[in-house]
Structures are given as C-alpha cells and as structure tokens.
C-alpha cells in the first residue's frame, strides 16, 4: 500500500513542488481539503479530497473539515502496538504517514487597520492546531511540517535513507509543530486579553503576560564576548529594528542593538526641526536642534566629542551629504536614519566598515518593557508619555521667557533619555553637560556643570528627580545657570525653592518623574 500523505496549507509556498516530488519520486497518495486540494489539482496532481476519504462533507461554512477518526486516527495511530493496527484495520482508517499543515494568518489579520473581532475570530483555526498537535505527539511514527522552510530538508532526508525518514528528524519537526502552536495561541489570547482590558489598571493587572520570539539571527556575542546572544523578533509580522536596511557596514552586535533602541527613543521626541542625538553606552552625549541637519550634527559632537568617539548617531532626518561627510571625520559605530540621499550613501562608502542604517519610521517601539530578574521578569509600560509644558507650575518669583521655555522642554526631553541620577545642561537647543548614572545627584550637577564650563553661563539645567537639597541649586547658579527644571515633590522643595529666588533663577516642577535605572 502506498504512504498516504496529509496536506493542508494556509501559505501555499513550495506547495505543488512537494507535493510533485512526493507522488513521483517516492510514491505517496494524497489527500487534502478545501484550497489546498483545489491548488495541487490544478497543478495536475492526483488528490483525493478529505470529504471523499471520511464520506463526511466539509460543513459549517469550512469550519469543519479534518475533525474526523479517518484523520486523527490515521495520524495517532501507534503503528507498533497491535492493539492501534487491529483497530485501524476493523475501522478502514490507513495510517498517515507525513502531515503538512501551516494556519490561518492570524496574527496578520489583526495587523490590518480596523480588523473587526468577527473577522479576527474567523481567522482563528481549529482544525490545523489539531493536526499539527496530534502529529507532534506521534512524532515516533509520522513527521510533520508546518513550514515550507522544511520541506526541502524533508525531501533530502527521503533520498538520503532509501525513502525513509530519521528519528531525530521527526522530533526535531515535532519540536517545531509544537513552538508554531504555541505562538499561534499565545497571538489569539494576546489579542482577546487586548480586547477585554479598556482600562489602564485592567493593563497593569492582567493575569498572564505572554511573550515570544522568532529567530532572526544569533549574534557574535553579547555585552561580552564570553556571553552568548540571539536576536529575536516579536511577532509574525517584521517590525522595528527588523524592517530596517542596512545600506553598508559590519553585522549588527547586540550592543549596538541596545544602543540603536536607545537612540531610537530619544529621536522620537524631536519630529519638526532636524535634530540628531549621539548617543554611547545608552546614554546621549551630545543632542542638539538646529535649521540644519549638519548644524545639529556639529552642535551635539560639540557638546563631547571626546566621548561621541565610537558612538551611535542617530538623526530624524534624511542624511544629505554635508552631514554624512561631517559624520566621516570621527570614528562612529552607527548611523541611523529616516533616509539617506544617493550623495550621502557615496560618502559613507569610504567608510565602508561604519553601520549605516535606514528606518523609515523611527517612532515605531514598544509598549512596554521589560527586566529579567531571578525567577521571573518585570514588566512596565514604555516611558512614551508626551510632556507638555501647559502642565507645568512656575514656582519660582522670576518667571521664564519664551526663549528659555523653548530651551528647558529641549533639555526636558533629552534628561529623560540619561541614565539616573541624571542631569543635562543645555544652551541653544543643545547639550552643554550631561552627567549620567550618579549614585547622588551632587555628583551628576558637578560632573554636567564641569564639561559645560565657561558655556554654562546663560544655561538652562534638568534634572530627572527632584532636588532633595538646595546645594544643587546653588551650584548650577553659580556656574552660570539661569533656570532649572525638575519634577518637584522633595520634603525640602522649598529650600530650592528660596534658593532659586535669592539667586535670581527661574524654577520649573513638572510634576512627572523620568528616572531611566
């Protein structure tokens, strides 16, 4: 009797290449269902449909096709117990011996604008987890393929053992079959989970956070090079870093991944005016707004070129050539961008280990993030709340002008992306002094106010946290300072507050804290 094979696709790739391959090279029948069936005959190859091998008719507008003993039982049937052989055998069921089967695009589907719940509940099948569950399991006795990656492999291992599959093959498959269930799952209950929490505390109080990832790539390695690393991407549909183009460069490492992200969030708080950001470490060293895309360039490298040598560059801008031949001058990592004129891309050629990279849309990140601790992970919403200065209180007697309003949201963006403790200084829409990553924010004012020096005078000051103390104030006046925005909220808020009257600042509180651990 021929080996009988089962398939039934969503995604037709390398279908009737298969299929071909397995009637006339290793003599297999097959039975399919519903477009699958429909696509191998008019290809010309012989198909029997599931409804005609059952005698049970697809019904319930396709719902039902494959939920039938012929198919479940042929597939679980345990070909070296007497028991499984006697019964197949008393109930006309013939044992299947290869199951291909892919799902409705579900996870697609719900990627469309407006996608209905209906809509959405229609894509959702049934029949296919099934099969490729059942299949898995009885991994000892059939294999099955649920991508058409592995059909070729499948085919290999055929001429390979005289039409005969490996054991290890079968489980590895299986191994498979089991993950794309599990994703297929966890996107449906992700998505109805969305559906019922409206609210934000219903968000922050969910009882089950699913995550998963497909590989992208394994990574040389990570922070270190004794440590290992994969890339992974979240999701079936690309998105993010993973639909960037890199134009040139060497491979992407995962530090440059966290730094690129890191960059990322920063840029996206400048949408109007070309602003770039130089970023190392996570941290900015340099942000700057000007008229000009090699303005802001100069502007941020200025702010500390030393520390910008090997950074990551990341501008809301398409690079034109000034700036690209100004970006050649210093030695950087990456460069990443909304676009990059033909100009620009010849320049950077010279440069030919430099990353350069393009993503259309840099705006596009998570909802959420997420820490790993031991026996377990933490997860926050993103810190992608819009500050808006309308929200802000005055306390001070003195009050800010426009132009120093302007500049104290600029530094109010770019302290939020800085590592706490965390400080900025900022003259002309540009970085003057960051102090980043201090265990007290004495330290993060005297480390920011020193690289800024003599540019200090006429600045503006952020800071992440409020002052607990009103010696910070004092020494950002001292150095020339003229305004200082925080969020406020110290038991001693009016020390600082005093303090700014008598030495003539203006003070912000925003009421919102930035802490970046």
Known sequence: MKRLALLSTSDKTGLIDLAKSLVTEFDYEIISSGGTAKTLKDAGISV???SDYTGFPEILGGRVKTLHPRIHGGILARKDLPQDVEELNANNIRPIDLVVVNLYPFEKTISQPEVTLAEAIEKIDIGGPAMLRASAKNFAHLTVLCNPSQYNSYLEELRKNTGEVSLEFRQKCALTGFQHTATYDQAIA???QEQQTTSELEKSEKETFFLSGKKIKTLR??????????????GVNASGWATSKILQGKELSYNNLVDLEAARRIITEFSDAPTVAILKHTNPCGVAVDETLLGAYEAALAGDSVSAFGGIVALNKSIDAPTATAMTKTFLECVVAPGCEPEAEEIFQKKSKLRVLISPDLNQGESETIKVIAGGFLAQDADNGVDNSSDWKIVTEKKPTTEQMEEL???WKVVKHVKSNAIVVTKNRATIGIGAGQMNRVGAVKIALEQAGEKAIGSVLASDAFFPFDD?????????????????????DKDSIAAANQLGLVMIFTGIRHFLH
């Open 48 to 50: 029997t449909k599931v």
């Open 190 to 192: 992700t998505y109805l």
């Open 221 to 234: 390695y990570g922070e270190n090079p004794h440590q290992s690393a994969t890339w992974y991407q979240r």
């Open 409 to 411: 949201m600029f530094a």
């Open 472 to 492: 910070s104030v004092k020494t950002a006046a001292a150095a020339g300072a003229t305004a200082i925005i925080q969020p406020g909220g110290s038991l001693k």
